[in-house]
C-alpha cells in the first residue's frame, strides 16, 4: 500500500503467530482544511492558552493536564504520571475468541484499519487465517494496544485480506434500551406493511459508496473556487421544508395508487369482491325473468 503504516505487530491465534502491518481504512485527509487567520493581515493565528481567571499566557512548560473534582478545582496530573498509565504494549493482536458475523452488534464499531501481511514470507500464515474467518463466517475478537489504549479489535476477512475494527467499550454506548424506551407498540396494518414492502421491492438497489455526495463538501470547494477567481457568490437556494402528510396516503401514493388523496388502489381480494358482486347484481335481472 502506498499509505504508512499505522501500527505493526502479529495476530496471535493460539500457538499460531501472524506478522501484520496496519493501515488506516478511513481518512478525512482529502477533505478541504481551513484556518482560522487575521481578517486584517491575512495571516494565520496561534492558539495561546491562558489562565481562566488572570487571563494571562501560560508557558508550554507550566501547562498540565488536571481532573475536575468540583467546579474549578482540579487534580494535576503530570506527563510522566499519565505516561506511567499506558498499558505496556507487545505488539500483539491476541486473540481470545471468535464470533458469527450475524452475531456483531454494529453499534459497538469505532475505526475500521486494513491488515496486511508484514511481508512476503508470512503470506501464508496470513491467507490461512483470512480463509479460516471467511469459510466459518466467523470473526475474531483481540486486544492489543493502540495509541495509547488496551483496544478490544474485531477482525474479519475482507476482500484479499482483513479488516480489523477497534470496538467501543460498554460504557461508552448508550443502551438501546432506554434509547427507545418511550416508544409504544403499535399495530400496524396489513395494507400498509404491503404497501411499505412494494416500495422496499421497487427501490432495491445495491451499495454503491462511489454515488454517495458529500453536498457540504462539493459546496465548500465551489466557494474556495469562486473566491481565488474573484467571483461572485451566488447563495445556494434553501429547499422547502418537507411537510408531514398522511401515512397511507403517502404509501399509496409512493407505490403508484393515486395522485390525489381520495384515490385509492383497491386491494387484489377487494377487487375480486367487487367484481363478484357486480357480476351477481348484473345476473339477478335474468334469474327474476326466468323464473
Known amino acids: 500500500m502506498a499509505a504508512r503504516a499505522v501500527w505493526t505487530g502479529v495476530i496471535k ?14 481518512t478525512t485527509s482529502e ?3 481551513l484556518h482560522m487567520v487575521n481578517r486584517g493581515t491575512g495571516n494565520r493565528l496561534r492558539r495561546i492558552y491562558v489562565d481562566n481567571k488572570t487571563g494571562k499566557p501560560v508557558e508550554a512548560a507550566d501547562q498540565v493536564k488536571g481532573y ?9 496530573l503530570e506527563p510522566e504520571e499519565i505516561k506511567a498509565a499506558v498499558p505496556n504494549s507487545d505488539k500483539t493482536l491476541a486473540v481470545d475468541r471468535f464470533i458469527a458475523c450475524n452475531r456483531i452488534e454494529p453499534t459497538f464499531f469505532d475505526k475500521p484499519y486494513y491488515l496486511l501481511p508484514a511481508s512476503d514470507a508470512t503470506e501464508d500464515s496470513f491467507i ?24 478490544p479489535v474485531l477482525i474479519r476477512a475482507h476482500r484479499k485480506g482483513l479488516i ?13 434500551g432506554e434509547a427507545f424506551h ?6 400496524v396494518e396489513p395494507e400498509m406493511l404491503e404497501l411499505a414492502r412494494h416500495i422496499l421491492k421497487t427501490k432495491a438497489g445495491k451499495f454503491e459508496p462511489e454515488k454517495f ?10 466557494l474556495v473556487k469562486a473566491k481565488i477567481e474573484g467571483r461572485k457568490i451566488v447563495p445556494l437556494r434553501q429547499p422547502e421544508p418537507t411537510k408531514a402528510n398522511d401515512l397511507l396516503e403517502a404509501l399509496r401514493l409512493s407505490a403508484g395508487g393515486g395522485t390525489k388523496a381520495g384515490a385509492r388502489k383497491p386491494t387484489a381480494k377487494k377487487a375480486a369482491s367487487t367484481k363478484k358482486t357486480a357480476t351477481a347484481e348484473k345476473q339477478a335481472p335474468a334469474r327474476r325473468k326466468a323464473s
Open 68 to 76: 475536575e473534582t468540583a467546579q474549578g478545582n482540579y487534580v494535576i
Open 128 to 151: 490461512l487465517i483470512r480463509e479460516a474467518l471467511r469459510r466459518q463466517k466467523a470473526a475474531a475478537i483481540a486486544h492489543t494496544v493502540l495509541f495509547r489504549r488496551l483496544r
Open 164 to 176: 480489523a475494527t477497534t470496538l467501543n467499550f460498554d460504557y461508552e454506548v448508550r443502551s438501546a
Open 182 to 187: 418511550d416508544l409504544e407498540s403499535h399495530k
Open 13 to 26: 491465534i493460539a500457538e499460531v503467530v501472524c506478522p501484520v502491518k496496519m493501515y488506516t481504512a478511513a
Open 213 to 222: 455526495t458529500d453536498r457540504y463538501e462539493q459546496a465548500l470547494a465551489e
Open 31 to 33: 477533505r478541504i482544511s
